[in-house]
C-alpha cells in the first residue's frame, strides 16, 4: 500500500511538471500577459486528458483543471522567484509574463545598446534572398532566371548587408560567380545551419503574409505579390560583387516596402 501511495505522488510529480514546462513554454513565447483564462483554453484538454479526468461532470472537470493549472503556475513561480534566475514570472495587467529581474535591468539595457539594428529588405530582396537560401550555391543569372527580373542591384545589396557572399565560381562557360548565404544571414534568422529553413509552403505563407497592407504600401503590392509567388514556386520542392541594375537599386535604397529581420533568437 505504501508503494502504491509512493509511486502515486510520483505520477502526480512528473505531471506538474510536464504542465510546468507548457505553462513555462507559453508565458515565455507571448508577447502580452497571458491571462488564466487563456491558458485554460490552451491547455484544458491536455491536462483532462494527461490527468485522466474524462470521467468527470463537465463542471467538476473544469474546477478541478483550473486548480492544477494554478498550482503548477505558482510552482513555476516560486521557481522562478529564487535568487540565482535572472528573469521572473510577473502578474501584469490580468495576466502573467516573462522579465528580467529589476536588479538586471542596468545589465539588461547596455547589452540592448549593443545590439546590432535591425535589417531591413525589401520584398525583392527577400525573394532574391530566398532563392540562395534554397539554391545555394547559386549564380546570378540563375536567379535572375527564377525570379523572372535582374536581380544584380538587390544582390548587391544583401551583399552589403552580408547576408550573402561568393562561394566561387560555377565550372561553365563564362565561370560565373556563385553565391550562397553567410553565418550572418544564420545569426539573423535564427538558424543552426540551412538545414533548418522552413519548407517552401511555409516560406509561401511567409511571403503571403509579408504583402499585407501594413507592410508594403498599396501602390505594388500586386506587383510584388506575383513576383513573390513566381519566385517560390520556381525554386522547386527543395528546398553572393555583382554588377548593380540602377533602376532596381534605387527601389531598394529608400522608397520600397521593407521587411524587418529580428536581431537575435527570442
Do not use: W
Not at 124 to 138: F, H, K, M, W
Not at 139 to 147: C, G, M, V, Y
Not at 167 to 183: C, D, N
Request: hydrophobic letters at 40%.
Amino acid at each position: 500500500m505504501g508503494s502504491l501511495g509512493a509511486d502515486r505522488l510520483k505520477t502526480d510529480e512528473l505531471r506538474n511538471l510536464s504542465l510546468k514546462g507548457k505553462l513555462e513554454a507559453i508565458i515565455y513565447a507571448a508577447e502580452e500577459p497571458v491571462s488564466i483564462d487563456q491558458l485554460m483554453l490552451l491547455l484544458k484538454e491536455s491536462v483532462i486528458n494527461d490527468d485522466s479526468l474524462s470521467g468527470f461532470e463537465p463542471a467538476s472537470a473544469q474546477a478541478e483543471v483550473k486548480t492544477r493549472i494554478r498550482a503548477a503556475l505558482d510552482g513555476l513561480i516560486a521557481d522562478y522567484a529564487n535568487e540565482d534566475r535572472g528573469v521572473e514570472i510577473r502578474e501584469v495587467a490580468g495576466g502573467y509574463r516573462m522579465s528580467t529581474k529589476p536588479e538586471h535591468h542596468d545589465l539588461v539595457r547596455g547589452f540592448a545598446k549593443s545590439l546590432k539594428p535591425p535589417i531591413r529588405l525589401s520584398l525583392q530582396a527577400l525573394e532574391t534572398l530566398s532563392v540562395i537560401a534554397y539554391r545555394q550555391p547559386v549564380t546570378a543569372p540563375e536567379i535572375s532566371e527564377i525570379r523572372g527580373v535582374d536581380s544584380s542591384g538587390v544582390l548587391a545589396t544583401l551583399i552589403d548587408k552580408k547576408l550573402v557572399t561568393t562561394a566561387g565560381r560555377k565550372q561553365v562557360i563564362g565561370r560565373p560567380i556563385l553565391y550562397k548565404t553567410t553565418k550572418e544571414f544564420l545569426l539573423r534568422f535564427g538558424l543552426k545551419d540551412v538545414s533548418e529553413l522552413p519548407s517552401m509552403e511555409e516560406f509561401e505563407k511567409m511571403l503571403g503574409a509579408a504583402t499585407q497592407e501594413e507592410l508594403f504600401e498599396p501602390v505594388s503590392q500586386a506587383g510584388a505579390a506575383q513576383n513573390a509567388t513566381n519566385a517560390t514556386r520556381n525554386l522547386g520542392p527543395e528546398s553572393a560583387s555583382a554588377g548593380s541594375s540602377a533602376n532596381e537599386a534605387e527601389q531598394i535604397s529608400s522608397s520600397d516596402q521593407d521587411q524587418v529581420l529580428p536581431t537575435t533568437d527570442n
